[in-house]
């Protein structure tokens, strides 16, 4: 968990980049003592803003360190607000040690913790809290999509569109208590709140609009779930060790080869997807083979999308428990003598990799049509729908009961309003900010 303990007029210092021997390194440093340690490190050079600059960085004894380019950003226009430097000094670990422990003997300076520098930013201003989370789920992200959703929110593009719901909600707030300020004037009262039911509904249309498009974007965080299924010994073992690329699962022409499930993370024209081999479906008395189908039917009941694989000589269709949409695949086509037309199927051979290329076509066709909605103006964590859900059900309130009193209208709405400065961050959410702060990288 994030600590706060530490001051914030300490200065800050961490390396930014991976760990290890590496061609480059950066170290960032945040804080009110970074001209005394440009003068400690680089006393003969003049660092402009903004502006690299090859310095020779120089320890406590004055021996040097490295050469390197260095980079000063003035308060506040740098990353965390405050002034920032960065050196750009070569990767080999014995020089970053030596920099670190140069930067280390500055008083006041101190390593600093797991997304300090982004908690900094968000201190003074320069990223609410919305670009926060878009920020660590640029970290998380592991697929094109996934990225592209988070550089969204990141990019502060959900924070205009959360703002101007909010906006709104200000202002109708504002008409509600000028109408109570003026309520000894008579026949003002439906006009104006007939004007301020106008802008309740432009706002609660912004956050309904989101909330549709948050279940897209939780999806799209823990990927898509495909099932491959079948009769035993159609190929679903041979499908999975080639959509890996690797051999995972074991082959056999023994009926009843898998008995549990393997599971295998894969990208899909930049959508994250799981592929899951199952059991082979079938009737039996083994109970070992009977509990490997019955958690098939389970795991497809859960799936996404199911692959129903069959061969020439198990035609039959796939169970009505899994209730999920099917792509029935006809497998092993190099090995048939002819292709029996089957509606919808797709034929494939995972052995010699024949139509599975068309396979993949039919499943990143899915994906995008899964995935659709999933912009910038999705809510991207639980925290952020949580807080719209409770200003859409105060300005539900308003709008289902359109007699009730003035004050109990600016009520709802000043809590609406409130609800929503939640997401970014500008009311109540100190409670938060440790969990959220502690899944960045140290110097991120």
């Not at 609410?128 to 998380?140: F, H, K």
């Not at 389970?298 to 428990?321: K, T, V």
Request: proline share 3%.
């Amino acid at each position: 968990m994030f600590s706060i303990a530490n001051s914030t007029s300490d200065t800050i210092y961490a390396v930014s980049t991976g760990f290890g021997r590496s061609a480059v390194a950066i170290i960032r440093v945040s804080g009110p003592r970074c001209s005394t340690i440009l003068e400690r490190l680089c006393s003969s050079a003049t660092l402009r803003d903004r502006e690299a600059t090859l310095v020779t960085l120089r320890d406590g004894d004055r021996n040097a360190i490295d050469r390197a380019l260095a980079i000063r950003f003035l308060a506040p226009r740098s990353y965390t607000g405050e002034d920032m430097l960065e050196f750009q000094v070569t990767g080999g670990r014995a020089i970053v040690s030596a920099v670190l422990r140069a930067i280390a003997r500055i008083p006041e300076a101190r390593p600093a913790e797991a997304g300090e520098f982004a908690r900094r930013a968000f201190t003074n201003g320069k990223l609410d809290l919305v670009e926060v989370e878009g920020l660590a789920s640029v970290l998380d992200a592991e697929t094109e999509a996934q990225l592209r959703h988070a550089t969204a929110m990141a990019s502060g593009a959900l924070s205009r569109r959360v703002e101007g719901a909010r906006a709104l909600l200000l202002r109708a707030t504002s008409d509600v208590e000028s109408l109570l300020d003026f309520s000894d004037i008579e026949d003002t009262s439906d006009v104006s709140l007939n004007a301020v039911f106008a802008t309740v509904e432009k706002a609660k249309a912004i956050l309904s609009e989101m909330l549709q498009h948050s279940a897209v974007s939780e999806r799209l965080r823990e990927g898509m779930t495909i099932v491959i299924a079948g009769p035993p010994n159609v190929g679903k073992s041979t499908l999975l060790n080639y959509l890996a690329n690797r051999d995972v699962a074991i082959v056999s022409p023994i009926s009843g080869t898998t008995r549990d499930s393997l599971e295998v993370a894969a990208e899909i024209e930049g959508y994250p997807v799981s592929f899951i081999d199952t059991a082979g479906i079938r009737d039996t008395v083994d109970p070992i083979e009977a509990q490997g189908v019955s958690r098939s039917l389970i795991r497809g009941a859960n799936a996404d999308l199911i692959l129903w694989l069959f061969d020439e000589e198990a035609l039959q269709p796939a169970p009505s428990e899994f209730g999920k949409p099917v792509q029935k695949v006809r497998t092993k086509i190099d090995m048939a003598a002819g292709v029996p037309s089957v509606s919808g199927a797709i034929g494939i051979s995972a052995k010699t990799g024949i139509g599975v290329d068309l396979l993949v076509a039919k499943i990143a066709e899915f994906a995008r049509e899964h995935f659709s909605g999933a912009g910038n103006l999705a809510l991207g964590t639980e925290r952020q729908r949580s807080a719209a859900l409770d200003a859409t059900s105060g300005l539900d309130r308003i709008l289902s009961e359109r007699h009730m009193p003035a004050e109990m209208v600016a009520e709802e709405l000043r809590l609406a309003a409130n609800a929503i400065g939640r997401v970014t961050g500008r009311i109540g959410v100190e409670e938060v900010l440790g969990e959220i702060f502690s899944r960045f990288c140290i110097g991120k």
